[in-house]
Nanobody, 128 residues
């Protein structure tokens, strides 16, 4: 069973940086499956939205709202997914979730309905 545990959230002023980490365990890799890991966020009263995703072995996609500011990466040796967030804005505030899915084919990498394993989330607050 896949387990995902996020860390690294906090409070920061606009223009600052934070790095989120997601410790992953329980993956059973198969050459016949595709894997995605992604970061999603949810602000109060809003729907959960995709932030950035990485397909395994390696290709990435970022939401337009974070392009040029956020970078997703994966450390294979440590089974860790990271999200480096720079030039943070107040609208980046929310609970950030790490998620993963194992599929037989490609999926929209920023669609939360396609992901099956989720962490509990870590709070990011950006003040103006």
């Amino acid at each position: 069973q896949v387990q995902l545990v996020e860390s690294g959230g906090g409070s920061v002023q606009a223009g600052g940086s934070l790095k989120l980490s997601c410790a992953a365990s329980g993956f059973l890799f198969s050459p016949y499956r595709m894997y995605y890991m992604a970061w999603f966020r949810q602000a109060p009263g809003k729907e959960r939205e995709g932030v950035a995703a990485i397909a395994i072995p390696s290709s990435t996609v970022d939401a337009d709202s974070v392009k040029g500011r956020f970078t997703i990466s994966r450390d294979n040796a440590r089974n860790t997914l990271s999200l480096q967030m720079n030039s943070l804005k107040p609208e980046d505030t929310g609970t950030y979730y790490c998620a993963s899915v194992r599929t037989r084919g490609s999926v929209p990498p920023l669609d939360p309905t396609r992901f099956t394993s989720w962490g509990r989330g870590t709070q990011v607050t950006v003040s103006s």
